[in-house]
């Protein structure tokens, strides 16, 4: 993440912090906004399409898709501006192409240890190219993983899934 693509509700935050809206309230507010981003930089783990090439994923999901005909690559990680979601320790998956998305949500949710108040909610990127600004669906928990893969696998041969968390159930 860079100071470019900070989010606008990190960016409202640090606005308010200042109190009076002069020239060095406003400049205190995008120095501490810079501030934030490198520290996320640093922080945050860098999404699976950021760390490998195109090549290098094209590679993996070909010789995966070869060796397991019955599964598919799926690549989950937090949504872009998602700033409460925990990261997993891995982001890649074998799915079997018949397993539900629900019972892949169960698996997900187990991983991260949540609690029951905590509602955790799958997006798949809809966008046919990097060029336009990414949109999301929510996808529903019936669907197989194999249709899903059908629908939304991009170039590289993985399928990108995105988590989103919300309290839920009165939860504060």
Same mark, same amino acid.
């Given at each position: 993440?860079?100071?470019? %693509?900070?989010?606008?509700?990190?960016?409202?935050i640090?606005?308010?912090?200042?109190?009076?809206?002069?020239?060095?309230?406003?400049?205190?507010?995008?120095?501490?906004?810079?501030? &934030?981003?490198?520290?996320?930089?640093?922080v *945050?783990?860098?999404?699976?399409?950021?760390?490998?090439?195109?090549?290098?994923?094209?590679?993996?999901?070909?010789?995966?898709?070869?060796?397991?005909?019955?599964?598919v690559?799926?690549?989950?990680?937090?949504?872009?501006?998602?700033?409460?979601?925990?990261?997993?320790?891995?982001?890649?998956?074998?799915?079997?192409? %018949?397993?539900?998305?629900?019972?892949?949500?169960?698996?997900?949710?187990?991983?991260?240890?949540?609690?029951?108040?905590?509602?955790? &909610?799958?997006?798949?990127? %809809?966008?046919a190219?990097? *060029?336009?600004?990414?949109?999301y669906?929510?996808?529903?928990?019936?669907?197989?993983?194999?249709?899903?893969?059908?629908?939304?696998?991009?170039?590289?041969? &993985?399928?990108?899934?995105?988590?989103?968390?919300?309290s %839920? &159930?009165?939860?504060?």
């Amino acid at each position: 993440m860079s100071a470019a %693509t900070c989010t606008s509700t990190l960016f409202c935050i640090f606005h308010r912090m200042g109190g009076q809206n002069n020239n060095e309230t406003k400049k205190r507010n995008l120095a501490a906004r810079g501030n &934030f981003c490198a520290w996320m930089e640093k922080v *945050a783990p860098l999404y699976f399409a950021q760390k490998h090439s195109f090549v290098q994923r094209r590679k993996q999901s070909t010789a995966v898709l070869k060796k397991y005909g019955d599964r598919v690559p799926i690549v989950i990680q937090p949504q872009p501006g998602c700033l409460n979601a925990p990261w997993l320790d891995g982001s890649k998956f074998l799915v079997p192409k %018949t397993q539900t998305i629900a019972s892949l949500l169960c698996h997900i949710r187990e991983k991260m240890a949540l609690k029951s108040e905590i509602g955790l &909610f799958f997006l798949v990127g %809809t966008s046919a190219n990097s *060029a336009t600004k990414e949109q999301y669906a929510l996808i529903g928990g019936c669907d197989m993983v194999g249709l899903l893969y059908t629908q939304y696998a991009k170039d590289d041969g &993985f399928c990108y899934v995105y988590y989103s968390e919300e309290s %839920t &159930f009165g939860a504060s």
